[in-house]
C-alpha cells in the first residue's frame, strides 16, 4: 500500500531555533500533501495544504512566516518551525494523496516536536 | 465549529463484545467517509472507509454502517481484541479527491482482555 515517510520521528530543540521536518511519499507521486498539528488526547487540526511547485495555502490563524512550508517535489514537503517556542511542542503529521485522484488520504508517522 | 461530530470520547470494551463509535455529519455533499485508527506516537492508518451510495461496508472483524438520511455514520468492531485498543477517527470528505479532511474529535478504545 501507499507509504509516507516523515522524518525525525521526534526531535527537541532549544527556543528559539529552527526546525525541519520532511515527508516524502515512497511509492506514488503526491500532488498535495497536509500538514497537521496534533495534541495530546485531541483530534487532528489541518495547518496547510502543500501543492507541489506553488505556494501552500494555510488555515486560518496558522502564521505562515513561523510555519514554513515548501513542497519541491512530487514525492517531498518540508514543514520548518522557524524561532521555535515551548508552545510550538506538540506532534505534527503530514499526509498526502497520489495524484491519480481517487485515492485516499495516508499519513506519516508524525513527528514530536519538544521546544525546551 | 465541528463539521463531524463523534461520540463516545473513551470507550471500554471486554474482550470479544463489539465496540460501536458514532459519528454525525451536517454537510450533505460530503461523499466520502473514512474511519483511521491511531496508535500512540503513530500517524493515523485508513481502516476503512464508505460511500454514501451502500449502506453497509464489512471488511473483516470492521463494519461501516451509514445512514443517509440521518446523516450518521458508525463503526462496528466485532470480537474486538486487545489490539484495537487505539484511538479512532472518523473522517468526511467531498469526494476521494476532496483537499479537505474533516476529522472527527476522536474516540479512545480500550479493549480489556
Known amino acids: 500500500g501507499a507509504v509516507v515517510s516523515q522524518h525525525p520521528s521526534r526531535v527537541i530543540c532549544k527556543s528559539g531555533t529552527s526546525v525541519k521536518i520532511e515527508c516524502r511519499s515512497l511509492?506514488?507521486?503526491?500532488?498535495?500533501m497536509f500538514w497537521y498539528r496534533q495534541f495530546p488526547k485531541q483530534s487532528l487540526m489541518l495547518m496547510a495544504t502543500s501543492n507541489e511547485g506553488s505556494k501552500a495555502t494555510y488555515e486560518q490563524g496558522v502564521e505562515k512566516d513561523k510555519f514554513l512550508i515548501n513542497h519541491a517535489s512530487l514525492t517531498l514537503s518540508t514543514l520548518t518551525v522557524t524561532s521555535a517556542h515551548p508552545e510550538d511542542s506538540s506532534f505534527y503529521i503530514c499526509?498526502?494523496?497520489?495524484?491519480?485522484?481517487?485515492?485516499?488520504?495516508?499519513f506519516g508517522n508524525g513527528t514530536r516536536l519538544t521546544v525546551t | 465549529q465541528q463539521q463531524v461530530k463523534q461520540s463516545p470520547q473513551s470507550l471500554i470494551v471486554q474482550k470479544g463484545g463489539i465496540s460501536i463509535i458514532n459519528c454525525a455529519y451536517e454537510?450533505?455533499?460530503?461523499?466520502?467517509f473514512p474511519w483511521y485508527q491511531q496508535f500512540p506516537g503513530k500517524g493515523p492508518a485508513l481502516l476503512i472507509a464508505?460511500?454514501?451510495?451502500?449502506s453497509e461496508k464489512k471488511e473483516g472483524r470492521f463494519t461501516i454502517s451509514f445512514n443517509k438520511s440521518a446523516k450518521q455514520f458508525s463503526l462496528h468492531i466485532m470480537d474486538s481484541q486487545p489490539g484495537d485498543s487505539a484511538t479512532y477517527f472518523c473522517a468526511a470528505s467531498m469526494g476521494m479527491t476532496g483537499n479537505q479532511f474533516y476529522f472527527g474529535t476522536g474516540t479512545s478504545l480500550t479493549v480489556i482482555p
Open positions: 454537510n450533505t455533499a460530503f461523499d466520502y
Open positions: 511509492d506514488f507521486q503526491a500532488t498535495t
Open positions: 464508505i460511500r454514501p451510495d451502500v
Open positions: 499526509s498526502a494523496r497520489s495524484r491519480t485522484g481517487g485515492a485516499p488520504l495516508h
